[in-house]
């Protein structure tokens, strides 16, 4: 079983989002992410051993330990943010 864990930075863009139908679209690519943890596309350089999820228009960043079987959401943020 995969265990999640939130950092501080994901929770408190998640709980900044009001609109309900954004917040189902970001559990749905969760949901994706505990089926395949290596959906998203693997980051470089700085942030390397992350991977992104992109939800239209945020980025959903998160590391996947594969020797723990631990995701750990990293952050939620806006594209022109990068």
Same mark, same amino acid.
């Given at each position: 079983?995969?265990r999640?864990?939130e950092t501080?930075?994901?929770? #408190?863009?998640?709980?900044?989002? !009001? /609109? #309900?139908?954004? %917040? &189902?679209?970001? %559990?749905?690519?969760?949901?994706k992410?505990? *089926? #395949?943890? &290596?959906?998203g596309k693997?980051? %470089? =350089?700085? $942030?390397k051993? *992350? $991977? &992104?999820?992109y939800? !239209?228009?945020? $980025?959903?960043?998160?590391?996947?330990?594969? &020797? %723990? /079987?631990?995701?750990?959401?990293? /952050?939620?943020? =806006?594209? !022109?943010?990068?």
């Open positions: 079983m995969v999640i864990e501080g930075n994901f929770q #408190n863009a998640a709980n900044g989002i !009001k /609109d #309900n139908l954004f %917040k &189902e679209k970001i %559990k749905k690519q969760i949901k992410i505990i *089926t #395949n943890p &290596e959906v693997p980051m %470089k =350089h700085g $942030r051993g *992350t $991977r &992104e999820l939800v !239209k228009p945020f $980025r959903l960043s998160y590391a996947y330990i594969k &020797e %723990k /079987d631990k995701i750990i959401l990293l /952050d939620l943020y =806006h594209k !022109k943010k990068q």
